[in-house]
């Protein structure tokens, strides 16, 4: 399992463009700049050289559909209020830290997305993206409730909701 971890760098970098288009699925949909928290635990390695993969995939901004993405790192303890971020990417390594999250998601209406599927599994996030011989996306139902979060029907016929 180790050996798996050490790829989640570039699993989430690849996962990134992916991400984008989710969020062009939002309903209402966004426009302008969508501001992203990438939210990851400083001192964990495995957090950190996510949110690194995460920047250089979105660069200076990243299209999704008639909006762009802006992201900034959030450190996880930081995160009391998601307030003035549209969506979050919860980074690895941060299990212990997903209630909370997803507290402070489900209050300011972020959508969350993350590459763990135990995030997604639990509730706690509302989206997960993995790959593996092949990607998939997958939607928790509760998750986006409780952070009023709604997709596309035609988003919704393409993705695995849970």
Do not use: W, Y
């Not at 463009?17 to 495995?46: D, K």
């Not at 762009?68 to 690895?92: D, E, K, N």
């Not at 997604?120 to 952070?147: E, L």
């Amino acid at each position: 399992m180790a050996a798996l971890g050490s790829a989640t760098p570039l699993s989430a970098e690849l996962n990134v463009p992916i991400a984008a288009r989710v969020v062009s699925f939002l309903q209402p949909g966004p426009a302008g700049t969508v501001a992203a928290a990438i939210v990851f635990e400083p001192g964990n390695a495995a957090s950190e050289a996510e949110a690194a993969a995460i920047e250089r995939a979105i660069g200076s901004g990243l299209a999704a559909g008639r909006s762009a993405i802006r992201a900034r790192r959030v450190p996880v303890g930081a995160i009391g209020s998601l307030a003035g971020f549209r969506l979050a990417f919860i980074t690895t390594g941060l299990r212990p830290e997903h209630a909370g999250i997803a507290a402070a998601a489900a209050r300011s209406s972020v959508l969350t997305i993350s590459s763990d599927p135990a995030c997604v599994q639990t509730a706690r996030c509302v989206v997960g993206i993995t790959s593996g011989p092949k990607t998939q996306i997958t939607v928790n139902r509760a998750a986006a409730r409780a952070a009023n979060i709604r997709f596309g029907s035609a988003f919704l016929m393409l993705i695995k909701e849970i």
